[in-house]
Antibody, heavy 118, light 106 residues
């Protein structure tokens, strides 16, 4: 069974930066696209960003384009999300999930909470 | 931008059939997935490619998709099925989730 474990969340001031990590248990990590999905408190799911298995292609929601960067280190089976220029609207639980487009999100991490507040 | 619409809430009696809809322009031309989220937990995939069930998902969960509407059907609904349900589709390189439906089993 694939396990995904996020880390890196916390309290950050508006305008600040943070890096989230998602460690995968599977050796076939590089075979799959990966995605970050967030959920604001009491709200629904929002797609944030995705990356191809090789890491060569990346995709972003308009709400984060230019501020967030998704990347991966396949040698360490780890997915990252660099968050910058954060605002209160970015406060959410951030989930990493395996999949993108035709590949459904079949495995999810437990989520890591990012709180943007002064 | 592409949007998916779901009813905010659906109620069902135990043992009855629950139907949750998801509407979007020409949604039937795209593959739809459904996710179940219990309070405080991560979402779980229950239906993908409109009708397919992942391993471990009970047979009472089924899906369909035609025209502008995808539907998640839960037959013989159980108390454990009470949760939020989200539909999801993708268009070119954009992923969209519906707003979610809270299923209450009364």
């Amino acid at each position: 069974e694939v396990q995904l474990v996020e880390s890196g969340g916390g309290l950050v001031q508006p305008g600040g930066s943070l890096r989230l990590s998602c460690a995968a248990s599977e050796l076939t990590f590089s075979n799959y696209p990966m995605t970050w999905i967030r959920q604001a408190p009491g709200k629904g799911l929002e797609w944030v960003a995705s990356i191809s298995g090789s890491g060569e292609s990346t995709y972003y929601a308009d709400s984060v384009k230019g501020r967030f960067t998704i990347y991966r280190d396949n040698s360490r089976f780890t997915l990252f999300l660099q968050l910058s220029t954060l605002s209160a609207e970015d406060t959410a639980v951030y989930y990493c999930a395996r999949g993108f487009r035709a590949d459904p999100y079949d495995y999810w991490g437990q989520g890591t909470l990012v709180t943007v507040s002064s | 931008s592409y949007e998916l619409s779901q009813p905010p809430s659906v109620s069902v009696s135990p043992g009855q059939t629950a139907t949750i809809t998801c509407s979007g322009d020409s949604l039937g031309d795209k593959f739809t997935s459904w996710y179940q989220q219990q309070p405080g937990l991560s979402p779980v995939l229950v239906i993908y490619e409109d009708t397919r069930r992942p391993s471990g998902i009970p047979e009472r969960f089924s899906g369909s998709n035609s025209g502008n509407t995808a539907t998640l059907t839960i037959s013989g609904t159980q108390a454990m099925d009470e949760a939020d349900y989200y539909c999801q589709a993708w268009d070119t390189s954009i992923v969209v989730f519906g707003g979610g439906t809270k299923l209450t089993v009364l």
